[in-house]
């Protein structure tokens, strides 16, 4: 089982950054891919980014540009740098862990992240 712990949420206005961070913890494979979604209010989850073990990427069209996901594997951590804030970007954002090829199951606790003036 594995466990995740985000951090990072906060208030932030349009145009503002703010950097995620997910903390995986407990026993995993060490090939797997790692994610970002988030759920806007009144709104299904939905996929922000992921990235594998290997490096690659993957972002919904929404954050192309605006969002980096990266990992720190000495500190077995995701990031989600996100700039250029908008208020569509207001959701919880939850961090997800799989083997690679696995559908996510393993889910953190979420965090809240708005954008408002």
């Known amino acids: 089982q594995v466990q995740l712990v985000e951090s990072g949420g906060g208030l932030v206005q349009p145009g503002g950054s703010l950097r995620l961070s997910c903390v995986a913890s407990?026993?995993?494979?060490?090939?797997?891919?790692m994610g970002w979604y988030r759920q806007p209010p009144g709104k299904q989850r939905e996929l922000v980014a992921t990235?594998?073990?290997?490096?690659?990427?993957n972002y919904a069209d929404s954050v192309k540009g605006r969002f980096t996901i990266s990992t720190d594997n000495t500190k077995n951590t995701v990031y989600l740098q996100m700039n250029n804030l908008k208020p569509g970007d207001t959701a919880v954002y939850y961090c997800?862990?799989?083997?690679?090829?696995?559908?996510?199951?393993?889910w953190g606790q979420g965090t809240q992240v708005t954008v408002s003036s």
């Open positions: 407990g026993s995993f494979f060490r090939i797997y891919t």
């Open positions: 997800t862990w799989a083997p690679i090829g696995k559908p996510f199951n393993n």
């Open positions: 990235i594998t073990s290997g490096g690659s990427t």
